[in-house]
């Protein structure tokens, strides 16, 4: 086996501004107006996405934290001895400390996030933690295809992946079906997924938790159009917009939107987008999933169910899944 030293230099297969333009464009001329949440975070996004993750409502991050932290050395047991790791979504890489702490000799980590800067500052961080593990970023989209390093050198053990903070309920239940298929490819047979997946709960505690009294939520929604103003050289006014949190139980899931005050033009150059007053753009989905359902999800899409807990006031659910053989 190769060894290998610290962050390695980062794979960068991140969209770049033309593909961020044509989305904005697309999503702003559709009705209704809808926008990807992958675009909420560029490094100020992850920074006050970060804060979010400390906020009193905001119970999904403290509650997974607690059920990994009960069962890091369980997921430690069944991944064996120099795993790889691949986390999607990687943030802050606060949660991975549990597991890298837990696992015998990891092999390798390959955090995968579209944040750019966010994502080589949370592996230097994570690297000063842990100086003798590899560390290969990879700044790219999830939700477009994109091949991994090769790690067949570098990693002997079970590869792991691993999607905490129940990003995965940013999908639809259709675009969750398509990237667990993709996933179960890319970690191949015999890998586990980790995957935390939010419980539906009281309507008020997810709009509490989706719109926060600190304002918080709103300014990191808000940052989509200050992003797309300097990034497009577009001339949204912050002021006209507020931002919402909407449960929709039909669907289970709450949605964020951005709702113009006032009927406008914005300039995006070369267009101009009309907004009627109290028309809104849709920002991001957060579905929730009781264990059934996505197990029933999991099966369907190529995995197989090795464990699932949950905290004891049923917020919020790690599942431990098999890439069938
Ligand atoms: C809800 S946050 C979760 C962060 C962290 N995993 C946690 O549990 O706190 C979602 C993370 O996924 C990243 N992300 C969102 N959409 C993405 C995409 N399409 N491709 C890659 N990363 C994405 C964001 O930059 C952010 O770091």
Same mark, same amino acid.
């Given at each position: 086996?190769k060894?290998?030293?610290?962050v390695?230099?980062?794979?960068?297969?991140?969209p770049?501004?033309?593909?961020f333009h044509? &989305?904005v464009? /697309?999503? $702003?001329s559709?009705?209704p107006k809808?926008?990807?949440?992958? %675009?909420? #975070?560029? /490094?100020?996004?992850? @920074?006050?996405f970060?804060r979010i993750c400390t906020?009193?409502? #905001?119970y999904?991050?403290?509650t997974?934290?607690?059920i990994?932290?009960?069962h890091? @050395?369980?997921?430690a047991?069944?991944?064996?001895p &120099?795993?790889? =790791?691949?986390?999607f979504?990687?943030g802050?890489g606060?949660?991975i400390?549990l597991?890298?702490?837990?696992l015998?000799d990891? &092999? $390798?980590?390959?955090?995968?996030?579209?944040?750019?800067?966010h =994502?080589?500052?949370? /592996?230097?961080t $994570?690297s000063a933690a842990?100086p003798?593990?590899?560390?290969v970023?990879?700044c790219?989209d999830y939700t477009? +295809?994109f091949? $991994?390093?090769?790690m067949?050198?570098?990693?002997?053990g @079970?590869?792991?992946?691993?999607?905490?903070g129940?990003?995965?309920g940013?999908?639809?239940?259709?675009e969750m079906?398509?990237?667990?298929?993709r996933t179960?490819?890319?970690l191949g047979?015999g890998?586990l997924f980790?995957?935390g997946v939010?419980?539906?709960?009281a309507? &008020?505690v997810l709009?509490?938790?989706y719109?926060d009294?600190?304002?918080?939520?709103?300014a990191f929604?808000?940052?989509?159009?200050?992003?797309i103003n300097?990034?497009?050289?577009a001339? %949204?006014?912050?002021?006209?917009?507020?931002?919402?949190?909407?449960w929709?139980?039909?669907a289970?899931?709450?949605?964020?939107?951005?709702t +113009?005050?006032?009927?406008?033009?914005?300039?995006i150059a070369p267009?101009r987008i009309?907004?009627?007053?109290g028309?809104?753009?849709?920002?991001e989905n957060s579905?929730k999933y009781?264990?059934?359902?996505f197990?029933n999800?999991a099966?369907a899409t190529? #995995?197989k169910? =090795?464990? +699932?807990?949950?905290d004891t006031q049923? =917020? %919020?659910?790690?599942?431990m899944?098999e890439v069938?053989?």
């Open positions: 086996m060894a290998i030293q610290a390695q230099r980062i794979h960068d297969l991140a770049g501004v033309e593909a044509e &989305a464009i /697309a999503g $702003l559709a009705v809808t926008l990807s949440c992958k %675009f909420l #975070y560029d /490094a100020t996004g992850s @920074r006050l970060d906020l009193p409502a #905001y999904p991050t403290r997974e934290w607690g990994l932290r009960a890091a @050395r369980d997921i047991a069944a991944a064996g &120099a795993a790889g =790791l691949i986390e979504g990687s802050a606060h949660k400390r597991l890298l702490a837990a015998r990891p &092999a $390798l980590y390959i955090p995968i996030d579209i944040s750019r800067t =994502l080589l500052a949370s /592996a230097q $994570l842990f003798q593990l590899p560390i970023p990879v790219a477009q +295809s091949v $991994l390093p090769d067949r050198n570098y990693c002997p @079970r590869l792991v992946g691993f999607f905490p129940s990003t995965i940013n999908f639809t239940p259709e079906n398509e990237f667990l298929r179960a490819q890319l047979e890998a980790i995957v939010d419980l539906p709960k309507k &008020a709009e509490a938790a719109d009294p600190q304002g918080v939520t709103a929604n808000l940052n989509l159009l200050r992003r300097r990034e497009l050289k001339d %949204f006014d912050l002021a006209t917009f507020r931002h919402e949190a909407r929709d139980a039909a289970g899931r709450i949605e964020m939107h951005l +113009s005050q006032i009927e406008q033009m914005v300039s267009h009309h907004f009627r007053r028309e809104t753009i849709h920002t579905h009781d264990l059934e359902t197990m999800h099966e190529g #995995y169910s =090795l464990a +699932s807990w949950t049923r =917020l %919020f659910a790690l599942h899944l069938k053989r």
